[in-house]
C-alpha cells in the first residue's frame, strides 16, 4: 500500500514518521485525534483518484483534510490508521470568468490567496470565508457549510457554491452543477439538468473529495461603512436583528449588534445605512462608536480571542437558530453557566457567547478558553459544550 502511494506522489508527498502523523492528528479543537498510517500530499485531481482506488483494494479509511481549522475534530483520524490526505497541494485558481462571473480553484487554496487574486481583478466572491478566513480553505468550508464574513448578506459557502469536481469514494471524478455537462460552462448551478451538490455541502468530506470548487462572483466593495448599536433589552435587540437581516443589506450583522454594509458608490451605501439606522430608532437602540464592528470586521482578524485571555484551549459549537429563538438559547446557556458557576470559577473557564447573522439565521457560538495545560477546566467546558449539543 505504502509503495503503491509513493509510486502515485512520490516520495517528497508521502510521510510515515511518526512526528508527522502527530502532528496531523489535531485540528483547533481541544481533542485529539488519532494517528494515521501515513500523511499523503496530493498535486492533482487524478492522483487523488489513483490514491481512492489504491485504498479501496484494501478497504483503507481516507481522512480528507484541508488546513485543519476545524473546531471540532474533524480532518483528523478518528480512529488509528488510514491515509490522512492533505489537500493544500491543490491551491491554484484555474480560472476567473468574467464572462459568467465565476471563478474556479483547486479546493486547497485558501481563501486568503482567492479573495487577493480576485481582488486584483475587481472581485470578490461575497462570503469571503469563516472565522479563521486568512488560513482555512475553500474546501473545507463548503465541505462544513461554512458561514461568517459577508454571510449576512450572502449566506454561507454553500450558498455561493456553482459547481463542484470531486473524487467519490470509487476513485471516479465527477463534475457537478453545469458544469457537470462537457459543453456547458461553470456559470450555474441549477437548470442545466439536475445538480448533486448538495449532496456534497456540509458532507464532511464522507461522500467524496473536493477537488476544485466554483464560486459566483460580485464586484468587490468600492466603499465599506461599519455600524453599531447598544440595546438595554434583548427582546428589542433580536427584533431588529431580524428586520435588519430581512432586508440583506449588510454583508455582516453581529449580536450584539453591529456590522458592515459594503457596495459600489458612497451614495448606495450610505443609503443603505439610513435604513439599517431607521431600522435601530425603531427598535429603540442607540448608534454607537463602530470601533469594535470595525476590529472584528474590517481586517477580519480574530484579535479579540488574544484579547480575551489564555487561549490555551477552546471549545465551541456551532447552532443554527432561527434569530428570534435566540432568547431561549441564550436563557438555557444562562442555566448551565448558573449549574456550572462553583467549577466555573475555581477553574478559571471563561465562558463567552459569539452570534452572527446568516441570512435567514443567526449562528449562535457559546465558547469557552480555558487556562493552558489546566485538566480539571478542560473537562469542565467538554462537559458544558456536551450539554449545549445535547440539548
Ligand atoms: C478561531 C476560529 C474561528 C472559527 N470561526 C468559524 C466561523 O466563523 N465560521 C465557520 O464556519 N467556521 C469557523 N471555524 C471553523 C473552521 O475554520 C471552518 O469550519 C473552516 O471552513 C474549515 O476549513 P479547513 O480548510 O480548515 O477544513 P478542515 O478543518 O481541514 O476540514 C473540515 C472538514 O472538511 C473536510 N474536508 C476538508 N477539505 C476537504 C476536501 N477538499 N474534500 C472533502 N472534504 C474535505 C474534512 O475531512 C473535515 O471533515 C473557526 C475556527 C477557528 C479556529
Not at 475587481?122 to 470565508?129: K, P
Amino acid at each position: 500500500m505504502l509503495d503503491e502511494i509513493i509510486m502515485i506522489v512520490g516520495p517528497d508527498y508521502v510521510a510515515t514518521d511518526v512526528e508527522t502523523l502527530y502532528a496531523y492528528s489535531m485540528d483547533t479543537s481541544p481533542e485529539k485525534g488519532h494517528l494515521a498510517e501515513m500523511v499523503v500530499r496530493p498535486r492533482t485531481t487524478e492522483e487523488v483518484a489513483e490514491i481512492v482506488k489504491a485504498a479501496n483494494q484494501t478497504k483503507t479509511p481516507i481522512w480528507p483534510r484541508g488546513a485543519a481549522t476545524s473546531l471540532v475534530m474533524m480532518g483528523v483520524p478518528l480512529s488509528p490508521g488510514g491515509i490522512l490526505l492533505d489537500l493544500t497541494r491543490m491551491n491554484e485558481i484555474l480560472e476567473i470568468d468574467e464572462d459568467s462571473m465565476s471563478v474556479t480553484a483547486e479546493a486547497g487554496i485558501t481563501w486568503s490567496k482567492l479573495e487577493s487574486e480576485l481582488n486584483k481583478r475587481g472581485w470578490y466572491t461575497g462570503f469571503v470565508g469563516p472565522g479563521p478566513g486568512r488560513s482555512s480553505t475553500i474546501g473545507g468550508a463548503v465541505s462544513v457549510a461554512s458561514v461568517m464574513y459577508g454571510s449576512a448578506k450572502y449566506g454561507s459557502a454553500c450558498d455561493i457554491l456553482l459547481g463542484l469536481e470531486v473524487v467519490i469514494p470509487t476513485g471516479e471524478i465527477i463534475r457537478t452543477g453545469s458544469s457537470a455537462l462537457k459543453r456547458a460552462f461553470r456559470h450555474c448551478r441549477y437548470g442545466i439538468g439536475p445538480d448533486s451538490s448538495g449532496i456534497f455541502c456540509g458532507d464532511n468530506g464522507i461522500f467524496g473529495i473536493k477537488t476544485q470548487v466554483s464560486f459566483k462572483l460580485y464586484p468587490a466593495p468600492e466603499v465599506t461603512r461599519f455600524i453599531q448599536y447598544g440595546y438595554k433589552n434583548l427582546d428589542n435587540l433580536l427584533g431588529c436583528l431580524h428586520e435588519m437581516a430581512s432586508y440583506r443589506l449588510a454583508s455582516d450583522l453581529s449580536f450584539p449588534l453591529y456590522g458592515k454594509v459594503e457596495g459600489p458608490t458612497e451614495k448606495l451605501v450610505d443609503a443603505e445605512v439610513e435604513l439599517l439606522d431607521k431600522i435601530n430608532e425603531k427598535h429603540g437602540g442607540r448608534k454607537t462608536n463602530e470601533s469594535f464592528a470595525r476590529m472584528i470586521l474590517d481586517e477580519q482578524i480574530y484579535d479579540f480571542f488574544p484579547i480575551a485571555g489564555r487561549m490555551g484551549n477552546f471549545g465551541a459549537s456551532c447552532n443554527k437558530l432561527p434569530i428570534k429563538r435566540t432568547k431561549s438559547f441564550f436563557d438555557f446557556f444562562q442555566n448551565v453557566l448558573k449549574e456550572h458557576a462553583v467549577g466555573i470559577q475555581k477553574h478559571e473557564v471563561l465562558p463567552a457567547w459569539y452570534a452572527f447573522i446568516s441570512q435567514n439565521a443567526i449562528d449562535v457560538l457559546p465558547t469557552f478558553a480555558i487556562p493552558v495545560g489546566n485538566k480539571e477546566a478542560y473537562e469542565l467546558q467538554t462537559t458544558i459544550v456536551k450539554i449545549i449539543l445535547n440539548s
